[in-house]
Every structure is written in structure tokens, then in C-alpha cells.
């Protein structure tokens, strides 16, 4: 148990999410994007599940976080191993889980000043 005082503030977090949409900094957002406790990447061009491929990793691997959190929308799904493959190799922790799920593991790991990136699907 850790006792002492977190400290978050000007750091990104989620602070709602619901049917098509999260919250950041109360900001809503519709549209899949990429949360680093700095950035808000709004544009990641992943509409869907469907589209996601090699490349989306790679991306999220130039960020250089210590763990991606993957929100795969309102359904847990797993991708296939051979697209997150270069975050394996670079020994990049991936965790794969629900939106909501994603959103609340993320506070609480940059509440604990970990390095992490959140890439949410919202459809």
C-alpha cells in the first residue's frame, strides 16, 4: 500500500465514458484516439476493429510508454498476436480489455506515474 500524495494535475485522464463516447479532461470524444498522460491524439485513423492492423502498434510504439492499454469498444476482443508483435519485441506491456475497462485502468496507472498509452476503439 502506498502512502503518499498523488498528484495528477495537467495530466490527462478519463473522466467519463458511455454508449459511442469517453471523456477526457471532460472533453467528450466520439471518435477512436490515443491518450498518453500529455497528449490527446484525437485522429488515429482506426475507425473500427476491423481496420486494425501492424501499423497501429508500430504507431503506439513510437510513443515509447512502458505499457498500452487497448480498448477494444463495448466487447472485449484479443488481436492476433502478429500485429502487436514489434511491442513484444521492444518489451512493451500490451493489456487488452473493454473500453471502460481501459479508461479506468489508465487513471489509475498514471495515477501512479507509469508511463502508459491508452488507444481506444469507440465502435
Known amino acids: 500500500m502506498k502512502f503518499q500524495l498523488q498528484n495528477t494535475t495537467g ?3 478519463f473522466t ?15 471518435r477512436s484516439l490515443v ?9 488515429w485513423p482506426l475507425a ?4 486494425l492492423n ?5 504507431f503506439l510504439l513510437a510513443l515509447k510508454p512502458e505499457i498500452v492499454l487497448l ?16 511491442l513484444a519485441q521492444a518489451r512493451i506491456g500490451l493489456e487488452v480489455m473493454d473500453t471502460p475497462a481501459a479508461c479506468r485502468t ?3 496507472l ?12 469507440l465502435n
Not at 491518450?35 to 485522429?43: G, Q, S
Not at 501492424?54 to 508500430?58: D, L, P, T
Open 16 to 30: 467519463g465514458h458511455g454508449a459511442g463516447y469517453v471523456a477526457v479532461n471532460n472533453v467528450r470524444h466520439e
Open 35 to 43: 491518450v498518453t498522460p500529455e497528449r490527446v491524439i484525437e485522429n
Open 71 to 86: 480498448g477494444t469498444g463495448r466487447t472485449l476482443r484479443f488481436p492476433p498476436p502478429a500485429l502487436s508483435r514489434c
Open 54 to 58: 501492424a501499423s497501429h502498434f508500430e
Open 110 to 121: 498514471v495515477a501512479e506515474a507509469r508511463n502508459v498509452v491508452a488507444a481506444v476503439l
Open 48 to 51: 473500427c476493429w476491423d481496420d
Open 11 to 13: 495530466l490527462n485522464l
Open 106 to 108: 489508465y487513471n489509475i
